[in-house]
């Protein structure tokens, strides 16, 4: 078996990489990072490639049915994403059945991923805080990651992440990213360029620019 064989993984998922990211309401963190993870992947990938990634969001708490925060949503401007994308989106509520078929959780805080994991335990192998999972990824080794297809990069990404829990220095002060409903426009900035950070060191790592 090689180096970067997955033998718990089931053949039916291995050519589809699922991502989950959870906030508590699903208005503002979680649909920023849903959007800008798919922008990002469709510029690396191409829309075909990129559709192998299934990129959804959920709230612990949400609001079910209601659109995205429209303060938030106006911090996508810059690259087009508040009309269709950002209208199209609607809230749902986090289900335990979406942990279990995700390949990567990631909550917009400490407090999400320990939310998520209380309320599915089988998530606890790859359930991170959304800059919590930036960071431990920036430690990986390229070496370590299969190269070319990105699919078989994100699932082996999510692997050697895990093992480094405990092992990399983290702030625990700077893994989160501070709810910005009811606050000035600037909280939503500030949580959206956050994010834009860290999905970016994600999606670089599973698809390096050349």
Known sequence: ??????PDLDPARADTFRLLFVC??????SPAAEIMTRHLLV????GREAARFDIS??????????????DTRDELAPWGLDGVQAGAFRARQL?????????????????????????EPAGLKNTFALREFAALVDAVDECMLPEGD????AQELV??????RGLVPLDREELSVPDPIGKPQQAHHEAVVLITDAVY??????????
């Open 1 to 6: 078996m090689g180096r970067h064989s997955r």
């Open 24 to 29: 508590t309401g699903n208005l503002c963190r």
């Open 43 to 46: 510029g690396k990938l191409g």
């Open 57 to 70: 969001s959920a709230g612990m708490n949400a609001v079910v049915g209601e659109m995205m925060h429209p």
């Open 95 to 119: 289900r335990s059945s979406m942990v279990r078929r995700s390949d990567l959780v990631l909550g917009a805080s400490l407090r999400h991923r320990s939310a998520v994991v209380e309320r």
């Open 150 to 153: 990105p699919v078989k990069r």
């Open 159 to 164: 692997e050697q992440a895990r093992m480094k």
């Open 201 to 210: 060191r994600i999606v670089e790592k599973i698809v390096p620019s050349r």
